[in-house]
């Protein structure tokens, strides 16, 4: 049976519990790939062949991923469709009602960045997980190199710009994300609330400044 959500709790926690768990995801990977920045390509494909040979582990690890992205965006999905069935209208101007509201850019285009979001998530698997298998040795052992296939990809300017265009939706949709996920869970407190709203801002910035490095680097550097 499928596990369908009626409360808009319900809905609301599942979305925060599984994009609390992605942008987990999102700081690990940002870690993996400042191996790119080390200036020896055998950091970067060393750590990518450990987690293949993880083997099972590996793909165990990845049908979690993909599950608490569907999880998420099919949670997703049911909230904002709530929230049309509620006010089918819109708004005609967007004011914060207070502190707690958080009423932000960042908010009001959770869906659309979110969208994008997919769209890259997409777009960036079939690019590096599926894409061309070029091998390399290192320390004796036969590999596979990433690194050429990421500087290979961001040898070009145009996928270059891209990314960085999604890395700042990326920073939007955190932002905003950290702080509905928080309430989601019920975590609101008068005094470390504040707190926690700009530490989710801070994270979501340099998660974003991160990214945004990478492919500027490579562009330059690699
Ligand atoms: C400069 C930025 C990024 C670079 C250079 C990069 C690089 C890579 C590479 C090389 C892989 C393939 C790993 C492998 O086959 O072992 C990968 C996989 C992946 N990346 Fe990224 N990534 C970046 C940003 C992101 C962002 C922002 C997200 C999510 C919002 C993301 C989500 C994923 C996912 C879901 C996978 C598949 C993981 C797996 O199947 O094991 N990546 N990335």
Do not use: C
Not at 53 to 64: A, C, H, M
Not at 126 to 152: A, I, K, S
């Amino acid at each position: 049976m499928v596990f369908w959500p009626r409360s808009s709790i319900a809905k609301k926690f599942l979305n925060a519990v599984t994009g609390i768990g992605l942008a987990l995801f999102v700081i690990v990977h940002l870690a993996e790939n400042l191996l790119l920045l080390t200036g020896n390509p055998d950091d970067y494909n060393r750590w990518a062949h450990f987690l293949h040979s993880l083997g099972p582990l590996l793909t165990v690890l990845e049908l979690g991923l993909a599950a608490f992205f569907l999880a998420h965006i099919w949670s997703a999905l049911l909230v904002y469709w709530d929230k049309l069935k509620a006010r089918p209208q819109g708004y005609r101007v967007y004011r914060s009602a207070g502190w707690t509201s958080r009423q932000t850019l960042s908010s009001q285009t959770m869906i659309y960045t979110g969208l994008t979001l997919l769209a890259f998530v997409i777009w960036h698997v079939v690019t590096f997980r599926f894409g061309p298998y070029y091998t390399v040795m290192v320390d004796g052992v036969e590999m596979r190199d990433l690194h050429r296939l990421v500087v290979e990809v961001f040898s070009d300017p145009i996928n270059v710009a891209l990314y960085v265009g999604v890395m700042v939706f990326l920073g939007f949709h955190l932002r905003h994300g950290f702080w509905s996920a928080l309430q989601s869970l019920g975590a609101y407190h008068p005094r470390w609330t504040a707190v926690w709203y700009s530490g989710g801002v801070l994270v979501a910035i340099a998660l974003a400044v991160g990214f945004i490095v990478i492919p500027i680097w490579v562009y330059l550097y690699l």
